[in-house]
């Protein structure tokens, strides 16, 4: 497919647990964004990608969050320890170089912290 | 600081109606705008964006929003609904920086239900 792909869809873990959110970029996306979509907050920036270094990561709420990208193309998003205010949708987005390219989303993945 | 308002949570049209989504922004410059569309287990789809130029522009699926600078507003317009446009809205403004890329910045969101 040519859209931006994320897994899983869904996620259901234990609180303080580990878990690793997958995205996969358009192909020729340079720039790369998560966001987290929750009922309280809305949709919060989270983390830019420009290839594989993260010059913005002024949204991760903290240092349980981290997240990286490899190769220029997918990227993970992790978090540990995890918490129930982390139950969100996190969606990852893509885009061309420069601010005036609009992203595309993938589907998110749904995370539910028991 | 950069912020978006969808005054509406929730709006209910019936199908064939009109329809107009409002959002309001807070921004220190010409901003980015953008409307996207979210329906339910999906993410999001971009229906427009304005960068400069013409105030009037014309998205996807029938779509078209107007930039106001005077209003600080870029509400979202369709002449006809359908029932396929039920979903939830969002309008972001993008904070560019010169590092060239955009952290976009979403308003709540509004959820159009359409009635038959």
């Known amino acids: 497919g040519a859209g931006v792909s994320q897994s899983p869809s869904n996620k259901v873990t234990e609180k303080g647990k580990d878990v690793e959110l997958r995205c996969d970029p358009i192909s020729g996306h340079t720039a790369l964004y998560w966001y987290r979509q929750s009922l309280g907050q809305g949709l919060e920036f989270l983390i830019y990608f420009q290839g594989n270094s993260a010059p913005d990561k002024s949204g991760l709420p903290s240092d349980r969050f981290s997240a990286e990208r490899t190769g220029g193309s997918v990227s993970t998003l992790t978090i540990q320890r995890t918490q129930q205010e982390d139950s969100a949708v996190y969606l990852c987005?893509?885009?061309?170089?420069?601010?005036?390219?609009?992203?595309?989303f993938g589907d998110g993945t749904r995370l539910s912290i028991l | 600081a950069q912020s978006v308002t969808q005054p509406d949570i929730h709006i209910t049209v019936s199908e064939g109606a009109s329809l107009e989504l409002r959002c309001n922004y807070s921004?220190?410059?010409?901003?980015?705008l953008f409307w996207y569309v979210q329906s339910p287990g999906q993410g999001l789809q971009l229906l427009l964006k304005?960068?400069?130029?013409?105030?009037l522009v014309q998205g996807i699926k029938g779509f078209e929003a107007e930039f106001k600078r005077s209003q600080s507003s870029f509400n979202l317009r369709k002449p006809s609904v359908h029932w396929s446009d039920a979903a939830e809205y969002f309008c972001a403004v993008g904070a560019p920086f010169s590092g060239g890329y955009n952290k976009l910045i979403f308003g709540a969101g509004t959820r159009l239900a359409v009635h038959p």
């Open positions: 304005y960068f400069s130029g013409d105030t």
């Open positions: 987005a893509s885009s061309r170089t420069g601010a005036d390219q609009p992203q595309h």
């Open positions: 921004y220190g410059a010409t901003p980015y």
